[in-house]
């Protein structure tokens, strides 16, 4: 099983500052299979990027994402107020299965 | 619009069953594997397994294996989760979620959640 690790785990930004939050995998694995999801309090996940660096219909720009292998990065350019929550990386492996990092949490400053 | 509805917040006993729904609108609901994740108070995302509606093929995580079911009527492009007999530790708010198609693997849309409380 691949084990997804983020970092860092708290974020404390400013609106308009660049938030860059990292997904490490255990073992190597397609960039095909990698997703980010944003997920504000009491509201479902979102899903932001799939294919490791293509974002889902309607995500503003100000989201890109990038990484392969085992290192894969989400990067949001100027934060906005409504960008402060969680975001997990997720991935599918074979079998199948599907693992989440634990999550960032993104936190005005 | 493609759209998840799940059933509402459910408050049970140890012990007891439970089976709560997610109905699919806005797509061929046979054509889309549905998957299920589960979120502790306060924690991160599990993926528990995911059904294909058209044939009822399903898969578990080895880490729900036997401890719930998921299953689906087409008819009803409704898909399920139960337990047999719950426990404290399966408090948590279960999400439904539509999978990708084609070379990618995703989830989207998700439902909104059914928030199910077990407590004696």
């Known amino acids: 099983e691949i084990v997804l690790t983020q970092s860092p785990g708290t974020l404390s930004l400013s609106p308009g500052e660049r938030a860059t939050l990292s997904c490490r995998a255990s073992?190597?694995?397609?960039?095909?299979?990698l997703a980010w999801y944003q997920q504000k309090p009491g509201q479902a996940p979102r899903l932001l990027i799939y294919g490791a660096s293509i974002r889902a219909t309607g995500i503003p720009d100000r989201f890109s994402a990038s990484g392969s292998v085992t290192d894969f990065t989400l990067t949001i350019s100027r934060l906005e107020p409504d960008d402060f929550a969680v975001y997990y990386c997720q991935q599918y492996g074979s079998s199948p299965e599907y693992t989440f990092g634990q999550g960032t949490k993104l936190e005005i400053k | 619009e493609v759209q998840l509805v799940q059933s509402g917040a459910e408050v049970k006993k140890p012990g007891e069953s439970l089976k709560i729904s997610c109905k699919g609108s806005?797509?061929?609901?046979?054509?889309?594997?549905i998957g299920w994740v589960r979120q502790m108070p306060g924690k991160g995302l599990e993926w528990m397994g995911i059904i294909y509606p058209g044939d009822s093929d399903t898969r578990y995580s080895p880490s729900f294996q036997g401890q719930v079911t998921i299953s689906a009527d087409k008819s009803l492009s409704t898909a399920y989760l139960q337990w047999s007999r719950l426990k404290a530790s399966d408090t948590a708010i279960y999400y439904c979620?539509?999978?990708?198609?084609?070379?990618?693997?995703?989830?989207?849309?998700w439902g909104q959640g059914t928030l199910v409380t077990v407590s004696s």
């Open positions: 806005g797509y061929r609901f046979t054509d889309y594997w």
């Open positions: 073992q190597s694995f397609s960039s095909s299979y």
């Open positions: 979620a539509r999978h990708s198609s084609g070379p990618y693997n995703w989830f989207d849309p």
